[in-house]
């Protein structure tokens, strides 16, 4: 069956004949689960996490209904053939399947380490009140570190799920790829860490639509806050640039005793070496790890493969 649902996502995939579309569709796939699973929090009732559901109505969730809502493809194809599934799974599942054929080579086949067994909520009130925001790494930290007890290098890792697909203004406020281009926003792999470093970055807008834009005015390159916030102190606030110049003062890093300093030296260990190589495996590595965390958090009694009952 989960060699099927794989076969499904490739086939919705290939059915789409815009390539930034095709982006959208794949970065929805992780976007739709992480969004599921980050409203964990251990100290409230309901704790939720990974239940197969989300708040469609909460601007926070804007922009999934095109990846998950009555008549989708995937749902559709989750009615007609996988609905002894949890719901929860099944978005696993897909997730896994677009990680898998966007990574270079195929690499990254995650069907190893997938388990099974999640059960769905009937309703989650209060989901995408849970959901960071983009201000900056607090949240990030709020939620990954505090809440599901990850460390830095996990999210850090799962950060770099950025590099498929782009945000849409309509639904965050922010509009662009973290990608150089809409082709290579269909391509899993470390290019968001090596845009990170290697693009002078400056702050662009304000309030809830503030971002970062690279290279001449209009083009479509974003960084958000919680992106840059990874390997660079803006926590002051102060207008700066990622590498600096003469319009601009650069923008401060860490200082060595900062606990924010493991998430620079984790975007380091992502990039797999100088820039320019070819090395995907520590990013990998770090983002099974990091995504077989995220989609378990909070849940017992999770099953791998092999006592599935074909």
């Known amino acids: 069956?989960?060699?099927?649902?794989?076969?499904?996502?490739?086939?919705?995939?290939?059915?789409?004949?815009?390539?930034?579309?095709?982006?959208?569709?794949?970065?929805?796939?992780?976007?739709?689960?992480?969004h599921d699973a980050m409203d964990f929090d251990p100290n409230r009732t309901p704790r939720m996490g990974a239940d197969g559901c989300y708040d469609p109505n909460h601007p926070n969730n804007a922009g999934l209904e095109n990846v998950w809502s009555s008549g989708s493809a995937l749902m559709q194809v989750y009615d007609q053939k996988y609905s002894q599934l949890s719901i929860a799974d099944f978005w696993v599942a897909c997730a896994n399947a677009?990680?898998?054929?966007?990574?270079?080579?195929?690499?990254?086949?995650m069907k190893d380490s997938f388990r099974w067994g999640r059960k769905d909520a009937v309703?989650?009130?209060?989901?995408?009140?849970?959901?960071?925001?983009?201000?900056?790494?607090?949240?990030?930290?709020?939620?990954?570190?505090?809440?599901?007890?990850?460390t830095w290098e996990d999210a850090v890792a799962l950060m770099g799920g950025h590099t498929l697909g782009h945000g849409n203004r309509d639904n965050s406020g922010h509009h662009g790829t973290w990608a150089p281009n809409n082709s290579e926003a269909t391509v899993f792999d470390k290019k968001y860490y090596e845009q990170l470093f290697m693009n002078n970055w400056r702050v662009s807008?304000?309030?809830?639509?503030?971002?970062?834009?690279?290279?001449?005015?209009?083009?479509?390159?974003?960084?958000?806050?919680?992106?840059i916030c990874l390997a660079y102190n803006i926590?002051?606030?102060?207008?700066?640039?990622?590498?600096?110049?003469?319009?601009?003062?650069?923008?401060?890093?860490?200082?060595?005793?900062?606990?924010?300093?493991?998430?620079?030296?984790?975007?380091?260990?992502?990039?797999?070496?100088?820039?320019?190589?070819?090395?995907?495996?520590?990013?990998y590595e770090s983002f099974e790890r990091a995504w077989n965390k995220m989609t378990s958090v909070g849940q017992s009694d999770l099953m791998p493969l092999s006592t599935e009952c074909e």
């Not at 890093?253 to 300093?261: E, H, V």
């Open 1 to 34: 069956m989960y060699n099927a649902i794989d076969a499904d996502v490739m086939r919705i995939k290939n059915n789409i004949s815009d390539i930034k579309q095709r982006g959208s569709f794949l970065g929805g796939l992780l976007r739709l689960v992480a």
């Open 98 to 109: 677009a990680i898998r054929q966007s990574s270079i080579g195929q690499q990254l086949d």
């Open 123 to 150: 309703s989650c009130n209060g989901q995408g009140n849970r959901l960071p925001s983009t201000r900056g790494c607090s949240q990030t930290e709020d939620v990954f570190l505090n809440r599901m007890g990850m």
């Open 205 to 227: 807008g304000f309030g809830n639509t503030q971002d970062w834009r690279t290279g001449n005015p209009g083009n479509d390159r974003m960084m958000l806050n919680t992106d």
């Open 235 to 283: 926590d002051s606030g102060f207008a700066c640039c990622t590498t600096g110049n003469f319009q601009c003062r650069q923008c401060p890093r860490y200082t060595s005793n900062s606990p924010r300093k493991a998430a620079e030296r984790a975007v380091l260990k992502m990039l797999g070496g100088v820039p320019g190589n070819t090395n995907n495996d520590p990013f």
